[in-house]
């Protein structure tokens, strides 16, 4: 199954976001959005992975959130990921979620220093944002970047 796909590209960028489970949807969606900020990073091979810990690069951080639904769960997580992406100057690509709920979140993100993002992510807009099982085991999200 592919993690995600890129609708339109512009003054924003919309993308579509799958998953077997909500938890997946969420990791992929946290992929999609390090895709946009620096591609190379999601490309990198574990021994790249692996030399970037090693010499320091790697960032870890705690997240926790409370919302209303899904969708706004989405948003509100991925602008906290944003807002630690500038003030780490790192890519955030990983996430381990320990728990996850309609209602909360709560896990640990792992991204990598990176020396510039290829594109700025202003905001992750509530615009068009939607979250839905489509499917048994089958999850859809649209997200909008504004660049």
Known sequence: MKKFEVLEEGASIKLKVFGSSPKELFQNALQAMAYVQKPEVLAQTAVGKLIGVVRGRRVSEDVFFKSMDYS??????????????????????????????????AGRIYGVKVADFDKNIKAVSFHEVEVKEVGPGKWEGILVFDV
Do not use: I
């Open 72 to 105: 706004t769960l989405l948003v509100d997580f991925l602008t906290d990921v944003l807002s630690r992406s500038d003030n780490h100057n790192a890519v955030f690509f990983d996430g381990r979620f320990k728990e996850l709920s309609e209602l909360k979140a």
